[in-house]
């Protein structure tokens, strides 16, 4: 039996349904009128999201995508087409000495214990199988689709943990998407591949120095799609006077390597480190896109702070380091993003470091939307293009392909886009090798004479498995990427392609004659 004020609040949400309403401030001044007539307290958006969905459920309503969409808390999490799962590893040492890094006791390192991941992570002692329950269930609650996933593990460098934990750590976590628990890795991924919440990628943070094709095996085993790289800066200089461990050539490396073997590659870069000014950051920044050993797919823009528990915060203190004013760092972003190519991906500005933290450098948390309202919307990188939630006539979209060199390869990066580019609906990278390592292709026999489809992707509000809604995931984008990179691999006289696939993506492949080999889906053509 529903309580009364459970009654009240689905008779909000019918007259709600019943009424014209087109923005958040129109639905906030309705549900605080309506409330204010029946006497209640204005009534959380979970609550009037349940009440929705049951309405929904005993047919006492008909669909209101547009009010549904209103009521979701945060609808920018799914609106790139998969539900972000972020959790974390729990406290182990570091192999790096960054003068920057905060060192925390307790604490990954790199990382601050109010800091909102680390915060649900505590609250889970950091067991993989609980953050991830918690975070579905959250998701869930504040109205997202939850059946495509991206699992993404933080923690700092994933490649320096125990071979054992890091077994445990993925089969837990895939055990929670699994509503199950299965008695070894492999058991949990087969099972993935048709559970409700699937993984359809999975993340994992490391350095440069700890790539090789050992590392980039295991990581396939493990169903890693992605890899997060601790790269920071491109100059040597920079890299020793902040003690990395590691220099540029280790970064050359390890972006070939997981290029070749079929890896989407995400940056971490660090403006503002000591040694650097804000035109020595630009160039940097404007490298990585000219030099075709660098050619990353997505960034991770983290402006460099100084907090309490790091060696850089001595430093500080004897004025031998200064962070840039919020005028300057402003200003490089605006130009940093002025020459992001339309390839990449900026998935984030700045660190989740909240303000009492931070002792000298940046605390501005709308970086992006200053940097709209300083230069408009200047930047073409995928994360400002992305179709969201709009839907367009197919007439207006064309398919578009860039190609360029990229660590002794080819890159072909294909997209369906708006005739003025301004919105991307779905794209595909196709890797044709050029001089692949051998030992590389020794241990992972299926990337041998292949092309390499490194992702395919569409953008757009995340649709459930076997859902039918007239949304950008249900225009057949993603079969026709496919199709026109099989015809590109054709004038190549390459006849297999090889896709590094998600776990819970798979049987999409396989319905598209890939067959599964070791961890990839192979066709030959």
């Known amino acids: ?60 309503i008909k669909a209101n995508l547009k009010l549904e969409s209103l009521l979701k808390k945060r609808e920018i999490r799914t609106l790139s087409g998969v539900a972000p799962i972020a959790v974390l590893t729990k406290p182990f040492p570091c192999p790096g000495k960054c003068v920057w890094c905060p060192s925390e006791k307790n604490m990954p390192k790199s990382y601050l214990s109010n800091e909102p991941a680390v915060m649900r992570a505590i609250l889970n002692k950091f067991d993989p199988f609980k953050q991830v329950q918690m975070r579905l269930r959250a998701l869930k609650m504040t109205g997202h689709d939850t059946d495509k996933c991206e699992l993404i593990v933080m923690g700092g460098t994933w490649s320096y943990l125990p071979h054992k934990y890091q077994n445990w750590f993925i089969k837990r976590c895939f055990d929670a998407f699994n509503l199950i628990t299965s008695k070894d890795l492999a058991q949990a991924q087969k099972r993935n591949e048709t559970t409700k919440y699937r993984v359809i990628g999975l993340t994992l943070e490391t350095r440069p120095d700890y790539i090789d094709v050992a590392e980039i095996k295991r990581m396939r085993e493990l169903g890693a799609t992605r890899v997060e790289l601790g790269v920071q800066s491109i100059d040597d200089k920079i890299l020793k006077l902040g003690h990395r461990g590691h220099l540029v050539a280790q970064t050359i490396l390890a972006t070939k390597l997981l290029k070749d073997a079929g890896f989407k590659i995400s940056y971490h870069m660090m403006p503002n480190l000591p040694g650097a000014t804000p035109a020595k950051d630009l160039e940097m920044f404007k490298k990585l896109f000219s030099n075709p050993e660098f050619q990353p797919d997505m960034l991770k823009i983290y402006p460099c702070v100084v907090t309490k528990n790091s060696k850089l915060y001595s430093w500080y203190k004897q004025g031998k380091f200064k962070a840039y004013t919020d005028k300057q760092l402003l200003n490089l972003l605006v130009q940093i993003k002025k020459n992001i190519p339309p390839y990449v991906r900026i998935s984030r500005l700045i660190r989740d470091i909240p303000n009492v933290s931070i002792v000298a450098g940046n605390k501005i948390s709308n970086l992006r939307q200053m940097i709209f309202n300083k230069a408009g919307k200047i930047c073409q990188c995928i994360r400002c293009r992305e179709a969201r939630n709009q839907l367009v006539s197919e007439k207006l979209i064309k398919l578009k392909v860039i190609k360029y060199k990229a660590s002794d390869g080819w890159e072909y990066f294909l997209s369906y886009e708006s005739k003025d580019g301004k919105t991307l609906f779905a794209l595909l990278r196709l890797r044709i090798p050029q001089k692949p390592d051998q030992n590389l292709i020794k241990e992972l026999p299926e990337l041998r004479n292949a092309a390499i489809i490194r992702e395919l992707h569409t953008y757009g509000k995340l649709i459930p498995l076997g859902g039918h809604s007239k949304a950008v995931q249900h225009m057949g984008f993603g079969k026709r990427l496919l199709a026109q990179a099989e015809k590109i691999v054709h004038k190549h006289k390459i006849s297999t392609i090889t896709v590094i696939s998600g776990i819970g993506v798979r049987k999409y ?17």
């Open 1 to 60: 039996m529903f309580s009364k004020l459970n009654t009240t609040i689905e008779q909000i949400i019918i007259k709600l349904t019943k009424a014209r309403i087109s923005d958040q401030k129109e639905l906030n001044a309705a549900v605080k009128k309506l409330s204010c007539g029946f006497k209640i307290a204005t009534p959380s958006r979970i609550n009037l999201l349940k009440a929705y969905h049951n309405l929904l459920k005993k047919g006492k």
């Open 509 to 525: 492949y396989e319905k598209l004659g890939y067959k599964l080999q070791q961890t990839y889906l192979v066709k030959n053509i």
